[in-house]
């Protein structure tokens, strides 16, 4: 570990003429240099507020921007701007509403320095891991733009009478969906979830963590201009405990990416309500490195899993099982690349870890920490603040001995911080990685692929990597995400992310002959005449 910042990089970002979203030469940026009074105008002109708040970055802790704040009854505005306007756009064809996600991919791809820094500014990750979002995000827009016609066009279905019965399912926009969307990915799961249910149909009100919102703005700016009416795309800013219930109160559906105490509120509220909702929420995500595994793989692979974003992941690593016999190996590999890192707070690539977001993620990740060492645990690497670099960074750090009741066995830290234990044999550590209320993602490491996907099949997570962290399974956006047991419900990518955006409607048209009696039949022989075809139907193997 370096004791200061990683130095600044000269980059080769390119401006973009006058465009205020364009930002100033690579390595002599600052925040004032890309949040000027000219961007966050531009960014905020669609938000409905009559109040006013900030938001500030964490690498300093300095302000970002002025931002207007809304209160009930701009929620309720927003709504019923963006219940107007969804008429006319669930009405569009669907690859007229597919080729705006497509326009999008390319201008996100385009323009990703300008959002990169606003990403790194926000949230204070470094540069790469704010590059992930901008991958994911281009992905999921590339993904619905060439399948959503596929997955909405409807659907010819075997009738109740072979022949005389056509079924037809329909899938029809919700309405407006509201979307609560968490501070640590403000691309990926602010705009990321809202794609499909835009090529879907709906309307969406946003409301993004006010701390990272200039970057969801930023990505409903591009969406405008890639050809998304803006009235469809509303967004309302202010504190999630007076926001967030009303944007539930008005929805039609409910997407929401947050904590699991609050997924529960916002699943009492959409239920009293009678209307649907998906939950991504904690993870206590284990990492198993089987006896046969390529350690120094694996060493190198634990770094990304654990550390990207500072830990401030859904789905990154905190717990690690490693075989007895490789253990002590891999433990010595993995500190040394863990010790090795660099902070830093640079607008460039270069920084192998940034900032944790703000005071409370750090006085979680201090008190975990702390408590450990003071119960008996050691530490491998790391343990200590670095206020230093700024004000809420934190070294990443690796924990052996950790033991029940130890805060950070069970509760999720949401930091750059992992235990490590050692099991004896398989089932041992299919049992301990089990052995939460979290089912979220996962990770298994051997030589043997198909044991790999053996081991895999049997934890209890949504997703699964065999030999990574969380990378392969996420960005495979054909194939549903999200968690088991208490770590949410429903499913982003694939079908799922965007049928749970529709309601489905089943058309059936019965031809020549009622399903009832007739032509002559009393009612004893129409039962009679139904079971003969009941049964020649399964004969037949009809389904």
């Known amino acids: 570990m370096t004791d200061s910042q990683a ?29 000027t ?29 002025d931002l207007p704040e809304s209160t009930p009854e701009d929620v309720a505005t927003a709504f019923e701007r963006a219940r107007a306007a969804q008429i006319a756009w669930g009405a569009t064809p669907v690859r007229q509403r597919a080729a705006v996600l497509l326009r ?5 791809l385009a323009r ?77 799961l602010s705009v990321g979830d809202a794609l499909p249910a835009f090529v879907a149909g709906n309307a969406l009100v946003m409301k993004p963590d006010t701390e990272t919102c200039l ?30 219930p009303e944007v539930v109160k008005h929805a039609d559906y409910v997407s929401f990416t947050g904590s699991t105490r609050t997924g529960r509120e916002v699943a009492q509220g959409a239920a009293a309500r009678l209307v649907g909702v998906s939950l991504e929420l904690g993870g206590k995500n284990a990492m198993l490195v089987l006896e046969d595994a390529d350690i120094d793989k694996a060493a190198a692979g634990a770094v990304r899993a654990c550390f990207s974003s500072a830990g401030q992941l859904c789905i990154s690593i905190e717990r690690l099982y490693v075989h007895e016999s490789v253990a002590d190996a891999f433990a010595e590999r993995f500190a040394a690349r863990t ?12 920084a192998d870890m940034g900032s944790l977001v703000g005071e409370r993620q750090l006085e979680t990740v201090t008190r975990h920490v702390d408590e450990a060492v003071a119960k008996g645990a050691k530490l491998l690497a790391g343990g200590v603040a670095r206020p230093d670099i700024g004000p809420y960074f934190y070294e990443p750090t690796i924990l052996d001995g950790v033991e029940a009741p ?21 089932d041992e550590a299919v049992e301990l990685a089990n052995s939460t209320p979290y089912g979220l993602n996962a990770s298994v490491w051997t030589k043997d692929g198909r044991r790999g996907r053996a081991v895999a099949a049997r934890l209890r997570t949504g997703t699964v990597n065999v030999n990574d ?28 992310g965007i049928l749970k955006y529709t309601e489905a409607q089943t058309v059936a048209h019965q031809r020549l002959l009622p399903m009832a009696p007739s032509l002559g039949m009393d009612d004893e022989k129409y039962a009679e005449f139904m079971s003969r075809s009941l049964k020649a139907m399964k004969a037949l193997r009809l389904r």
């Open 37 to 65: 009074p000219e961007l966050v105008a531009q960014l905020t002109k669609g938000v409905v507020g009559s109040g006013r708040t900030a938001n500030h970055t964490p690498f300093t802790g300095e302000k970002l921007a």
């Open 215 to 244: 970057t969801a703005l930023w990505a409903r700016d591009l969406l405008i201009e890639a050809g998304l009416p803006a009235e469809v795309f509303q967004v309302v800013i202010g504190e999630g405990p007076v926001v967030g």
């Open 339 to 350: 010790r090795a890192m660099r902070l830093g707070t640079s607008l460039a690539y270069g």
């Open 112 to 188: 990703q320095a300008e959002v990169l820094d606003l990403i790194q500014l926000e949230t204070g990750k470094a540069r790469l891991h704010a590059h992930e979002e901008v991958q994911a995000v281009a992905v999921a827009a590339r993904h619905y733009g060439r399948k959503a016609p596929a997955y909405l066009k409807p659907k010819r279905h075997a009738g109740a009478m072979p022949t005389l019965t056509r079924v037809t399912e329909l899938r029809h926009p919700r309405g407006v969906v509201g979307q609560i969307a968490p501070w640590n990915y403000p691309l990926e």
């Open 7 to 35: 130095p600044e990089k000269t980059g080769t970002d390119d401006t973009t003429g006058t465009n205020p979203l364009a930002p100033a030469p690579a390595g002599a940026r600052t925040a004032a240099d890309v949040v």
């Open 469 to 496: 962290g969380y990378a392969p399974a996420y960005g495979s956006v054909q194939s549903p995400m999200g968690g088991m047991k208490d770590s949410g419900l429903g499913r982003r990518h694939g079908s799922e």
């Open 406 to 426: 130890m805060s950070v066995c069970t509760e999720e830290t949401f930091g750059p911080v992992v235990s490590l234990y050692r099991f004896k044999t398989e």
């Open 104 to 108: 999008f991919h390319d201008l996100v």
